[in-house]
Every structure is written in structure tokens, then in C-alpha cells.
């Protein structure tokens, strides 16, 4: 393929003198001029690079071999091309982020100065996000396993209670939930605050799914366990928990790290009820500096925990799929 | 030690076992044989509470099991099961399987369960196994801990159902030679099993069990070498042209 290129190139320039001597052109040089000609054309920026990168190595090559090769010239014309390919878009783009335009988005939107006045209230703000978080999970984590153990209990009753309840609860937006306990609760006379009823409404949502992913991971183990642990004297509830959960845990680690990750940023939306986490105060910020930059700053807020969670969760993942 | 009087199972409409009775004396070994799905397992699983009678009574050191009264988590500790699938935990090590019933249902002291599953161990020759975990274990010897746990239990009875069924060729023998020395010990036991050559060997009575009856009962010898029973005759038959 590469050969073909070639020939086709130098029957193509058939103007340049073709000395009948044992002499051939470098095929570094060929590919530079045309990466250099793609650079400008139908392969910017990475042909420019390519352009530059070839046209190097051939002038070294051509320089090694002098009597041998040519396309000295060839280079050259690629890596000059190659380097007004890099140096026309920016040329370009510099043009362009000096318009009116996006000086109004480095103003409104990207704007430096206001981003660091609001990152330390930010910041206290994603305090508060974090805390609700965590605070949640351990909740979420203790009422899902409850709920979870009802759902496969032998008693119908229960296990139809447990059942409508994850029904109902992940029927419903997160966001509609919220509403329905702050507000609901403050007609019942339960004043809780902010922070109390965020918690209660995240944990109430979450624990629906959480015990899903706790069931699933209860009877993913082999009825054979409990069966080995039921002979050896051990009753329902100690088989459960040194047996069968013991296991079961394992398994669902990676799902409900997921399900912490999507709590996390689900905190948002009690901004609704003014819990004052990192996105409510962002909002704040807005209006008050009459700026959507704060806004950049939350996003980074979020970006801080998130990823390297993110990071933690396949390695987690990775090792726990090793020793299964 | 264990009698069975005329028990029934039935899964939905299926009639697993149709009348069952049998009595097991102090430190006998009885081996059960029969074609699949003639109700072995089930009438094993009946005996420590795993299946629930559909009718008839079981009566383990005199209790009756089948009494919705008793508290079957005690009678289970007198009554060792090993399963076909070994079952032990994943998430223990050898050691640790052996331990854990006497701990949490015995609240047996540390020091003392672990000295205890040592002993378990180094009787079914495992001593040396005992901190690994049951995915480093082959078949045979996952199986042999399976007894070791079960017998760290100081049960009255063991009961096994097909454990060498689902293991290499070269593996059975050692499970069944640990079996044969517990046999020896006085251990009362209750086998059911393919195994022939240990049913002939180790067992003081044969059951031949068939569609969910117990249609022949005798010495081994007599049993294997001269079967009454036409069922009985067909099946022996049919084993004896594989060997």
C-alpha cells in the first residue's frame, strides 16, 4: 500500500529530474509532503504533527545516506507546511477569542476573579454535601439491609410490605420525595431541620434501591450455604449474618459504591429545600454576584470528590473480581 | 438412635417417598443404594429437618422431629450432614469452618474450639490445610473438611449424602477411607451412596430404595450378591455390566 503511495507521488512529479543513478527518494520525505498537504486540507492538526515529525526524520535519514537518498526539498516543503498548519488555526483561534463574544463568556461565565472569591464558600458547601452523603449511606446502608431481609422473608405479610414499599419509592422522582417529607412533615408537627429531613428524604429513596442490590446479592449465594450452616445448629438469622451476608457483601460492593457516587451528586437536589450543600450555594452565589461563574466552581466541587471516587470504585471492583 | 415411622414427602403433587420406615441402632453404618430420584436425599434431608415430613414421625434420640415444638437447631446438633456439593464456606478458611458452629452456636471459648478444630482437622488428615481457604482445596480434600466441620460438632449420627459424587475418580478414595476410619470409630452412620465397594465393605446393613419405598433391606453381601427384590435384581444387574 504504502509503495503504491510512493510510486504513484513520483510519477505524479514527474517534473523534478529523475537522475538514472542508484539513488532513491526518501519515503520519509514522501510521507512528510503529503501529511503536510493533509495538514492544511483533510487531516488538520494530527497531519500537522505527522508533517513536522517525518520531514525531521527524513533530513536526518537524507543526511546520514547523502549519496543515496533524496528528497531533501521534499522535506522541507512538509515540514513547512506542517508548521503552518499548526500555526494558521491558532492564528484563527486567537482571532476568534478576542471577539466581542467570548469575551463576554470569559466575563459572565469563565470569569477568574470571581471564581476564586467563591470557591471558599463553596467549598464549606461541599462540607455539607459530603456530610450529608455519608451521614445518608450509613442510614441507607442499615434500612436497605432491614428492608432488604424483609423482602425474602417467609412471612407474606412482611414480605408484601417490603415489596410495595421499594415499589412505591422507585416509582417516584427523587426530587417529588423531598418535597413530600419536608413540607409533609412540617404539617404532621415534626420540625425537622433542613439538614434532618434531607437526610430522612435521601435515605427513604435510596434505601428502596440499596435493598434491591441487597436482595440480588443475598440470593446470588448458593442455597447450599444456608443449608450447611442450618445443619450445623445455626439458626435463620446467624446463618444469615455469619454465613450468607459475609458473601453476599463481597458481591455487592461494587454496585452500592455506584449507587454512593449517584447519592452524592443526587445531594443537589435538596437545594430545593435550601440545605445549604455546594449547588444551593452556588445558586446563591449567582444571583448575588449577578455572575454564572459560581456555577463552574460547583462543578468543580463536584469533580473534586467524584472522580477520583470513580477511580476507587474500579479498583475496588478490579480487586475484588481478582480473589472471587 | 433414629426411627422413621411410615414417612411420607410429597413436592406439590409429586410424591417423593411413600411410606418410610426404618430403624438405625448405636454405631451402625446403614448404606442406602437405589436409582436417582428414588427418594434417598429426600429421606436424608428428612432427618435433620432440612425437608419437612409431609406425614409420618422421625424420632432422632427419641425427639420427634416432626413435632412443630422442637427446636430442630438443637436436634441438628446432634445430627452431621455432608453434602454431595461440600458447601463449605468461601469466605473461611478451613480452619475457620471447622470453628465457627461451635462458637457461635456452642459458645465454646476460642482457645478451645480452635484446639478442637485442630483435632477435626488432623483426623481427617487436613491438619496441615487448616489456614487455607476452600477455593485452594482440591474436591477431596474441601470434602474432608466438610466432615471435619460437621463432626466438630460432636454429633450422635452423621449423614451422607452421595459425597463422593461430585468428585475426580483419584479423589474419592480418600474421602472414603476418612469415612471408613469414623465407621470404625463407632460412629453411627447413615450413607447414601454409588459407591458399592464401601456400601459391601464399611456398611452393616443395606437399604435398596425405589420409587420412594424401601424395597429391600439385608446384609450388604446378601443384598448385593443375591437381591430378591425384581427391582432390586435389575438394578445390581445393570451396575455389575458397567464394572
Known amino acids: ?324 | 438412635m433414629i426411627r422413621i415411622v411410615g414417612l411420607y414427602k410429597l413436592f406439590g403433587e409429586h410424591e417423593v417417598l411413600k411410606g418410610i420406615s426404618l430403624h438405625v441402632k448405636p454405631s451402625e453404618v446403614v448404606v442406602v443404594v437405589g436409582p436417582s430420584g428414588s427418594g434417598k436425599s429426600t429421606m436424608l434431608r428428612c432427618i435433620n429437618g432440612l425437608e419437612h415430613a409431609s406425614a409420618g414421625h422421625i424420632y432422632v434420640e427419641g425427639t420427634d422431629i416432626t413435632d412443630p415444638q422442637v427446636d430442630i437447631n438443637e436436634v441438628r446438633q446432634k445430627v452431621g450432614i455432608v453434602f454431595q456439593s461440600f458447601n463449605l464456606f468461601p469466605h473461611l478458611t478451613a480452619m475457620h469452618n471447622v470453628t465457627l458452629a461451635p462458637l457461635k452456636v456452642k459458645k465454646m471459648p476460642q482457645d478451645e474450639a480452635n484446639e478442637k478444630a485442630l483435632q477435626q482437622l488432623d483426623r481427617v488428615g487436613l491438619k496441615y490445610k487448616a489456614d487455607a481457604y476452600p477455593a485452594h482445596l482440591s474436591g477431596g480434600q474441601q470434602q474432608r473438611v466438610a466432615i471435619a466441620r460437621a463432626l466438630a460438632m460432636d454429633p450422635d449420627v452423621m449423614l451422607f449424602d452421595e459425597v463422593t459424587s461430585a468428585l475426580d475418580p483419584e479423589l474419592v478414595k480418600e474421602v472414603l477411607d476418612t469415612m471408613k476410619g469414623l465407621a470404625q470409630e463407632g460412629m453411627t452412620m447413615v450413607v447414601v451412596t454409588h459407591e458399592m465397594g464401601f456400601a459391601k465393605e464399611v456398611g452393616d446393613r443395606m437399604i435398596f430404595m425405589d420409587e420412594g419405598l424401601i424395597v429391600e433391606e439385608g446384609k450388604p453381601e446378601d443384598v448385593f450378591t443375591n437381591p430378591v427384590h425384581p427391582r432390586t435384581k435389575e438394578f445390581f444387574s445393570k451396575i455389575l455390566s458397567h464394572i
Not at chain 1, 415489596?163 to 423531598?178: E, K, S
Not at chain 1, 452524592?264 to 435550601?274: E, G, N, R
Not at chain 1, 459560581?294 to 470528590?305: H, M, T
Request: proline share 4%.
Open chain 1, 1 to 324: 500500500m504504502k509503495r503504491r503511495t510512493h510510486n504513484g507521488e513520483e510519477t505524479g512529479e514527474s517534473l523534478a529530474p529523475e537522475p538514472r543513478i542508484q539513488v532513491r527518494r526518501c519515503r520519509k520525505a514522501t510521507a512528510s509532503l503529503v501529511f503536510g498537504i493533509g495538514a492544511l486540507s483533510f487531516l488538520p492538526g494530527i497531519g500537522a504533527v505527522l508533517a513536522i515529525v517525518y520531514g525531521a526524520l527524513a533530513k536526518r535519514e537524507i543526511k546520514r545516506d547523502e549519496l543515496e537518498l533524496r528528497g531533501s526539498k521534499w522535506a522541507t516543503a512538509g515540514i513547512t507546511l506542517g508548521i503552518l498548519g499548526i500555526v494558521l488555526p491558532l492564528v484563527a483561534l486567537g482571532l476568534y477569542l478576542s471577539s466581542d463574544k467570548v469575551r463576554a463568556l470569559f466575563k459572565e461565565f469563565i470569569n477568574l476573579r470571581i471564581l476564586k472569591e467563591s470557591m471558599p464558600y463553596l467549598l464549606r458547601g461541599l462540607l455539607v454535601t459530603i456530610k450529608l452523603a455519608v451521614v445518608s449511606e450509613v442510614c441507607i446502608l442499615f434500612f436497605g439491609l432491614f428492608v432488604a431481609l424483609i423482602r425474602i422473608s417467609r412471612i407474606k405479610v412482611l414480605r408484601a410490605v417490603a415489596a410495595v414499599y421499594i415499589d412505591v419509592i422507585r416509582g417516584m422522582p427523587l426530587l417529588l420525595q423531598i418535597f413530600i417529607i419536608y413540607f409533609g412533615l412540617g404539617y404532621l408537627g415534626l420540625n425537622l431541620s433542613r439538614f434532618t429531613a434531607g437526610v430522612l428524604a435521601l435515605t427513604i429513596c435510596y434505601a428502596a434501591y440499596e435493598a434491591e442490590i441487597f436482595r440480588a446479592g443475598i440470593e446470588s449465594i448458593h442455597k447450599g450455604q444456608m443449608e450447611a450452616a442450618r445443619s450445623l445448629g445455626m439458626g435463620y438469622l446467624k446463618s444469615m449474618r455469619y454465613v450468607v451476608l459475609p458473601q453476599a457483601v463481597r458481591r455487592v460492593i461494587p454496585p452500592l459504591s455506584n449507587e454512593f457516587i449517584a447519592l452524592l451528586k443526587d445531594t443537589a437536589l435538596l437545594a430545593v429545600i435550601s440545605v445549604p450543600e455546594v449547588f444551593q450555594r452556588g445558586r446563591e452565589l449567582m444571583g448575588f454576584k449577578a455572575n454564572v461563574t459560581p456555577l463552574i466552581g460547583v462543578a468543580i466541587c463536584y469533580l473534586i470528590i467524584t472522580l477520583p471516587l470513580m477511580r476507587v470504585v474500579q479498583y475496588v471492583e478490579k480487586s475484588l473480581s481478582k480473589t472471587d
